[in-house]
């Protein structure tokens, strides 16, 4: 059974295992550098629906069968589902899959949310509750313009900080048992703590969510007594261009230096030179469809063996907004593991 080290951190006991993983994207998304990557691109993000919700409505369950056929289970065999998108009570995961006839716990926590999804699904497998669990989230480009910005029709002009929501999905199934020797494990976890630097700014939610990240990794060293050279990649998600290089500044502060294995998954969906998108990508599907996707496949090869993934997210609403709260950001964080003892990569992270 899980238990706890520290204060924030998790130890896996039995070491859920990820038995299944899909990912899905949109037609920009295809054309970044990891297009070749995900399982399934829509080439039409309105997907023939007559709204943008229930497109990515569609995008999540996509991304949910791909893993659950990887996993060679149906969802009768799923005990839990925990889901979640950026929208207003999570409608778009509702959409996707209240014809699914599966027992469900919907998940908020902004752009964090794939991560706080596999924490809890991680949780239920470990402590002998659930078998198999699936975890999911998604974000659409059009749904979040018209809930946290403007409609798409206004045309508004984007700051130089604004970074572009994915259009995308990723699914995860998290077992207790699996056959095969190459396997890919839940490790540890950390439940961040929400984090508050007084940004007010929407359009720069980088600066938002790095101090909680920051605090995350720092929090997570400390706890397992180790140091950024002992993992193979240390992938952030989404502090786009902005918010990764005031990570880092941060953390050089505390010694702790993660210049040589770490990544962003808001810089890596796109490419910034060519696309515009100013400072990376954002969203709960980027960091969803970049690990279900380019990340969990070099695991498989063991370009990667233990990497930890953080999801962060800025916390706040379109009401909040519009009252001049500020916009406090969290990062829950996983170590992801090969099963088999195997050597440090050390692959240059940025070089994915």
């Not at 990515?56 to 990887?70: G, P, S, T």
């Not at 989230?137 to 604004?162: I, W």
């Not at 790095?210 to 002992?230: G, M, R, W």
Request: charged content about 20%; hydrophobic content about 40%; glycine content about 8%.
């Amino acid at each position: 059974m899980a238990k706890k080290i520290g204060r924030q951190t998790i130890q896996m006991e039995n070491k859920p295992f990820i038995l299944g993983y899909g990912s899905v994207a949109g037609q920009k998304e295809s054309k970044g550098p990891i297009g070749a990557c995900f399982d399934k691109i829509f080439e039409d993000s309105l997907m023939n629906e007559k709204t943008w919700e229930r497109a990515e409505a569609l995008f999540q369950k996509e991304a949910a069968v791909i893993a659950m056929n990887r996993a060679n289970i149906t969802p009768k065999d799923l005990d839990f589902v925990f889901a979640g998108d950026l929208l207003d009570q999570c409608i778009s995961s509702i959409l996707g899959f209240k014809y699914m006839q599966v027992p469900f716990l919907g998940q908020f926590g902004a752009c964090s949310t794939m991560a706080q999804c596999m924490i809890l699904a991680s949780i239920m497998v470990d402590s002998g509750v659930a078998k198999n669990c699936l975890a999911t989230t998604s974000s659409h480009f059009c749904s979040a313009e018209r809930q946290y910005r403007f409609p798409l029709e206004y045309g508004g002009q984007r700051t130089p900080t604004a970074q572009w929501t994915v259009t995308g999905a990723g699914a995860v199934i998290i077992g207790d048992s699996n056959t095969d020797p190459d396997a890919i494990c839940i490790e540890k976890a950390l439940v961040g703590e929400i984090i508050d630097f007084e940004i007010t700014d929407a359009s720069n939610m980088g600066a938002a969510m790095a101090p909680a990240a920051a605090k995350s990794i720092e929090s997570f060293l400390n706890e397992t007594n180790s140091v950024p050279e002992d993992y193979d990649l240390i992938l952030t998600g989404d502090l786009g261009k902005l918010g990764s290089e005031m990570l880092k500044k941060i953390l050089l502060k505390s010694d702790i230096n993660i210049t040589q294995n770490h990544n962003d998954c808001g810089l890596m969906i796109y490419n910034l030179k060519e696309q515009d998108v100013h400072c990376g990508g954002s969203g709960c599907g980027c960091s969803a469809s970049t690990l279900c996707s380019v990340i969990l496949q070099k695991m498989k090869l063991k370009r990667f063996n233990n990497i930890l993934f953080l999801a962060t997210g800025a916390l706040m609403s379109p009401t909040s907004f519009k009252q001049g709260e500020s916009i406090p950001g969290i990062a829950h964080l996983l170590q992801i593991k090969n099963t088999k003892n195997t050597a440090n990569s050390n692959k240059v992270a940025s070089s994915i």
